[in-house]
């Protein structure tokens, strides 16, 4: 799976770094988006995409974003349990609300939360 992140996000960075933690059989590739020369290689993926949401490659071709890919993501390392409530139908359109106000908001909340 390859995960494009943005790099400047202290939350994306923070997800990236417990994603990378329990990835112990290194099935994740990280690519930040604010890495032009590896967004050349998926040009399905626009910057503008990229930087509004994460955006998860599966091995299958398929492309997953916004909340359905970080439940692939923590789902392929084995911390499915921490975002299954995202997958439950009757919260899935506040799970898709509640990433999309994050998304939007990202530095702000990172800013309120003191992260780095």
């Not at 590739?29 to 994460?54: C, N, R, V, W």
């Not at 974003?65 to 970080?70: E, L, Q, T, Y």
């Not at 911390?79 to 609300?97: D, G, I, Q, Y």
């Amino acid at each position: 799976m390859t995960l494009f992140y943005d790099g400047a996000c202290p939350i994306c960075l923070k997800n990236r770094r417990i994603l990378m933690h329990y990835d112990t059989h290194k099935k994740i590739h990280f690519i930040d988006i604010h890495d032009a020369s590896a967004l050349k290689d998926y040009p399905q993926l626009s910057t503008e995409q990229a930087a509004g949401k994460m955006h998860v490659l599966l091995p299958s071709g398929e492309w997953l974003s916004g909340i359905d890919a970080v439940h692939a993501a923590y789902q392929s390392v084995g911390l499915s349990s921490w975002v299954a409530w995202t997958r439950w139908s009757p919260l899935k359109p506040f799970a898709n609300r509640l990433y999309a106000f994050i998304a939007a908001n990202r530095m702000k909340i990172s800013r309120w939360f003191h992260l780095r």
